[in-house]
């Protein structure tokens, strides 16, 4: 006897533990079974399972039980990243909280103990919380980019040192200097994607940078028309910046070559505001492609060693990159005077030739009375000190604007918004930052990977998110590998007493090429994304050619976020297409598609975050209703460029259709229904019977093309029609009479066939639903295997157009009857009488053959055939025949009347509220994005309420 219902609290657990006892999480051993192999987006080693997460992994599940049960061998790789920054603040935060010794009080190797401490005790919880969203991967393969502690010659760590010194070999891998984005808090470079652009209340401050030698030029603005609106002698260039403490570092002022205001200028030298007067810089003026003549000034300051944008002008015409702070972001307190830095700066602004990057970089010119300071107590003195010089630009403000009858001169300042970028972690602002770091040389290694997408090796899904790989691809820099931290994968390269560098994947072979010199290893460690490019082939045992490696590899499918299509999936494409090569030696891409899915938002289509308050939980989701109503309410909204909208509701919404499944199921049981052995449901003989197969196959076909394309939603919203509104709703109810009639012959094919639909129902639903699917289908009969493992179901010869126009007329005369039984109020108990009038001989049949069911299922005391509609009827028209109800003392017509035309001006007022609302610009352009679409679907709703109103209304009036 089944349970009456089913508690995902009590079944989840176990039966997720008996799929994994019993080895079906594993891929199947059968060399003439199909590869598919997924490797997860390996989760931070610190992270916990959010929303975003949880429809990844459900998209991926779905694909692997899916193939699972069409018969492929399938593996699906799991595993964690060690998240560098984030896990060595996390242990960072556990020492300050215990109050035992800091990081660099402890050293590197003590620290790195406790780390691996930390992640046996802590590390890795998500990996716990995936099996409660019914993850189905081979835990027993689960791999840590990080390696084993301890473990010698680790294959995840020695696949990391190979690619790295192979690079290095071929010249893609070294070491230089550049500009990184820098974490002073941290005090590590990090990449683009650990930096949050914020909008915040900024400042840009306006300063004179006077000529050289007291030099003086005619400085002429014109309109648009050429007319001259202001001309004055000026002894300097005016510059806007919003970071004044950069300015100590400036190389050069810079103005397009098209302004004709600073033409008489270019070519000569002007000084840079601040510090010492005795010991001034001067900087040359040059023309640029990148400053716009029409924001702010004009001229634009370029420090090459602390903003993206000057660097890149620097390289451009060979300007220095003098570097101002140290690691911490602090104005730099090293090296030789001022006076001495700024005479070699001097030097070389008038000509001196350019000496290398290690001697620039020893230039500071910082003064002394700034040195040692924070960037933003620097930045308050050096604007105090150009105010009090009289070196910023001053501006006298509308008398309406001050206090006093005639306002004084104040520096030109203005408050504006700035996008201001933020450590992720650290939530520091981050410093670009000249350092010396080790670079792979991205434009090569992206030529092939670019290739590939091309010429559709690999292919992205949605295709759209091509353009913004090829876009990244085509324009992409050198990428930084290298990290100032202790946790990850320390950089294999050693240095002898002068500087000399070895690359080697051991000590001891480094030792072997320099001849047995002294040596020192770099310090720093490597990029998180570095070792996570190697995910598809590294999980599956490389450099080792392994078996895994060799039936596995090139994985199938990739599935991940747009925001890291960069970052990740590039970088992937780029190393997987460099390493693995074919048995002809030919580049293997890492996976034939890529599934970009869409951003998980609340219900009102605004993004999630903490500040708002709409972060929604997936595991208190699956706490109250379920992991299956979690998973299908994420897989039902994965439509391709479609972000989902996620509320408790939609997802109480599935937890009620898995239990109306499982109360279809407990129908069934009751009504004995099982498939005997030999059934074949080809020899089915009633239409019902035929229909509901016919149903059933072309379902399948559905969910199968569905999940073929990548269209989960379309491939749900398939399994959810068939299950909810075919089978529960309609089949259940036809196959009543039959159950429950005399005929056994016609009561044992029913059951038969109900049994059997109803397992079909429940294999389609396995990839969404797995545990109540699961659940019932251990409850409903005899079975060999798992559910997890049983046979997808491969249907053919179910089509029967006949037996599925029958009962589609069926469906819509008992719908129709239904509907306006409803609209016209007819109490629920009345049985009322039905005419057809101008049915054809075909129909006249039809309603012969289904008589009973029209009446039991329409609530209709008799249905007869007519030539014409009897009066005071409701009428519905089906295909060529109507329908017509007679209501003459059944409702009170001018009661109901009256009713509908007050519901009708009431709709009238709502939709006239609403349209006048929505047209009005004010409210779209500044209401919410959210509130709007919630105003337009409800006037969506009451307009078609209108219409069904406006029907019944015509009705009335005709009967």
Known sequence: MMDKTFNPAEAEARIYADWEESGAFKPKDDPNADPFCIVIPPPNVTGRLHIGHALNNTLQDVLIRYKRMLGDS????????????????????????????????????????????????????????????????????????????????????????????????????????????????????????????????????????????????????????????????????????????????????????????????????????????????????????????????????????????????????????????????????????????????????KGADLPSEAEVDAINLVPE???????????????????????????????????EDAPQPVPYVENKKIQQPFGDRSHVVIEPMLTDQWFANAGELAKEAIAAVEDGRTTFHPKNWEKTYFEWMRNIQPWCVSRQLWWGHQIPAWYDEDGGVYVAESEEAAIAQAGGKKLTRDPDVLDTWFSSALWPFSTLGWPENTQELERFYPNAVLITAFDIIFFWVARMMMQGLHFMKDENGKPQIPFKDVYIHALVRDEKGQKMSKSKGNVIDPLELIDEFGADAVRFSLASQAGQGRDIRMSKQRVEGYRNFGTKLWNAARFCEMNECAVPAGFDPKTVSQTVNKWILSEAQATVAAVEKGLAEYRFNEAAAAAYRFTWNIFCDWHLEFA?????????????????????????????????????????????????????????????GLDDAAAQSEMDWLISVITDIRRVRAEMNVPAGAQLNAVAVGASGEIAGCIERNRPLIQRMARLAEITLGDSVPPASAQTVIGETTFALPLEGVIDFGAERERIAKELKKLDGEITRLEKKLGNEKFVANAPEAVVAEQREKLGDYTAQKAKMAEALSRLEQA
């Open 369 to 403: 009375n700034y040195r040692g300071l924070d960037r933003f107590e620097a930045r308050e003195k050096i604007i105090a000190d150009i105010t009090a010089e009289g070196l910023a630009v001053m501006v006298t403000p509308e008398a309406k604007d001050v206090d």
């Open 74 to 349: 399938v593996l699906w790789q799991p595993g964690t990243d060690h998240a560098g920054i984030a896990t060595q603040m996390v242990v960072e935060r556990q020492l300050a909280e215990r109050q035992e010794p800091s990081r660099r009080d402890m050293g590197r190797e003590k620290f790195l103990e406790r780390v691996w401490d930390w992640k046996a005790e802590s590390g890795g919880q998500i990996m716990t919380q995936l099996r409660r969203l019914g993850a189905s991967c081979d835990w027993s393969r689960e791999r840590f980019t990080m390696g084993e502690k301890d473990a010698e010659n680790d294959q995840m760590q020695a696949a990391v040192m190979k690619v790295f010194v192979e690079l290095y070999n071929q010249g893609l891998m070294y070491r230089g200097k550049r500009l990184v984005n820098w974490d002073p808090k941290f005090e590590t470079a990090i990449s683009d994607l650990e930096v949050e652009n914020i909008e915040v209340d900024g400042h840009m401050w306006h300063f004179k940078y006077p000529l050289a030698g007291g030099k003086t030029y005619t400085y002429v603005e014109k309109d648009a028309d050429g007319n001259v609106v202001l001309e004055e002698e000026r002894d300097y260039i005016s510059i806007a910046t919003t970071r004044p403490e950069t300015m100590l570092g400036d190389g050069a002022v810079a103005v397009h070559p098209d302004d004709e205001r600073y033409a008489p200028i270019v070519g000569e030298l002007c000084e840079i505001p601040v510090g010492p007067k005795e010991h001034r810089r001067l900087i040359p003026i040059i023309t640029d492609e990148y400053p716009d003549p029409e924001f702010g000034s004009g001229a634009v300051k370029i420090t090459g060693a602390h903003d993206f944008n000057d660097y890149e002008v620097a390289k451009r015409n060979n300007i220095p990159l003098y570097r101002l702070m140290d690691t911490r972001a602090a104005m730099r307190a090293d090296g030789a005077p001022y006076a001495q830095c700024a005479e070699q700066a001097m030097a070389l602004a």
């Open 736 to 796: 009543k009479p039959l159950l429950q009639g005399d005929d056994e012959a016609a009561k044992a094919e029913c059951r038969a066939t109900t049994a059997y639909v109803l397992d079909i129902a429940l294999k389609i639903l396995h990839p969404f639903m797995p545990f109540v699917t699961e659940a019932l289908w251990e409850q409903t009969g005899q079975r060999d295997t798992h559910l997890i493992v049983a046979d997808w179901p491969r249907l053919e």
